[in-house]
């Protein structure tokens, strides 16, 4: 186990045991390292919140998305959010056959 993966992923938020438990996992410790060099925040701290939404991308990133995962790294360290979280939700979750007007106020969250 690397120490200097516990870290590099406690500069995210997560606990020691969460960054011990995360850097277990052979899929996700390097996607997760990547983002986080991304992001920039190798050297820094981040908020409790950008370190969650960086550990979902790492954690829910597709093979079709993964080329522009450090767009979306820096999206996140950057807060534009909006551009990217309301694409993601809606690829991510299952909705019931779409309806035009219920989507209208999720689109204006998003803008």
């Known amino acids: 186990m ?3 993966l516990v870290l590099l992923f406690q500069n ?5 045991s969460k ?3 995360t850097v277990k996992n052979k899929n996700l410790a390097p996607t997760l390292e990547k983002v986080i060099h991304s ?3 190798q050297d820094k701290h981040s908020e409790k919140s950008t370190g969650a939404l960086l550990y979902a991308l790492a954690s829910t990133i597709t093979p079709g998305a993964a080329p522009h995962l450090d767009y ?3 999206a996140i360290r950057d807060s534009c959010v909006g551009f990217f979280i309301c694409p993601f939700v809606l690829v991510v979750t299952p909705f019931p056959p779409l309806q035009t007007s219920r989507l209208t106020p999720f689109f204006f969250f998003c803008l």
């Open 2 to 4: 690397s120490d200097d």
């Open 12 to 16: 995210i938020g997560l606990t020691e």
């Open 19 to 21: 960054a011990k438990e």
């Open 39 to 41: 992001a920039g925040f």
């Open 72 to 74: 979306l790294a820096r």
